[in-house]
């Protein structure tokens, strides 16, 4: 079993939607989760990060984290076919080197 | 947010020769960098942590004397292919952890064809 597992996709959903996007995790030592958006041939770009559980919010977006499941979640509301991208969870132990676990990503596909 | 550059955004080279790529953090300091390789549709695979001033620590599998890793300062590290051979095309990306915030901020990437 890889530490984080997520669902590489596509997703596609019509403009408009609400898109939730979700890593399950099985190192309980992580405590800061992060969640990134990639577009094509580009670097990964940091759109949220939280230390704790529960909801974080930022405009459009909300990441949310449940760690007595393992198991985080980032929202897009009014999805844009913009948001069209690879959307890469990352969580790391705090302390430390603070190198992160990554992903494998999910392509999201928002259709007008 | 934090910016970080990467030079040069791609390159084609022939195989054999060796290839450099610059990891830039232009409005922050970096004591420790990072280096990944990305194949299409997969993850973020990382190949070693760069730390200013002193040697870089390589992942399991990856080859130091291959992938040379330098971190000269504290906004400047420097990824060299060896005598790169096609296997060796990929995209690589740096990353660079922001000592105020505790952040990674990543470059835009890198991609390598050795033909």
Known sequence: QKEVEQDPGPLSVPEGAIVSLNCTYSNSAFQYFMWYRQYSRKGPELLMYTYSSGNKEDGRFTAQVDKSSKYISLFIRDSQPSDSATYLCAMSATGGSYIPTFGRGTSLIVHP | ?115
Request: some cysteine; charged content about 20%.
């Open chain 2, 1 to 115: 947010g934090a910016v970080v550059s990467q030079h040069p955004s791609r390159v084609i080279c022939k195989s054999g020769t060796s290839v450099k790529i610059e990891c830039r953090s232009l409005d922050f300091q970096a004591t420790t960098m990072f280096w990944y390789r990305q194949f299409p549709k997969q993850s973020l695979m990382l190949m070693a942590t760069s730390n200013e001033g002193s040697k870089a620590t390589y992942e399991q599998g990856v080859e130091k004397d291959k992938f040379l890793i330098n971190h000269a300062s504290l906004t400047l590290s420097t990824l060299t292919v060896t005598s790169a051979h096609p296997e060796d095309s990929s995209f690589y990306i740096c990353s660079a952890r922001d000592m105020g915030t505790d952040t990674q901020y990543f470059g835009p990437g890198t991609r390598l064809t050795v033909l």
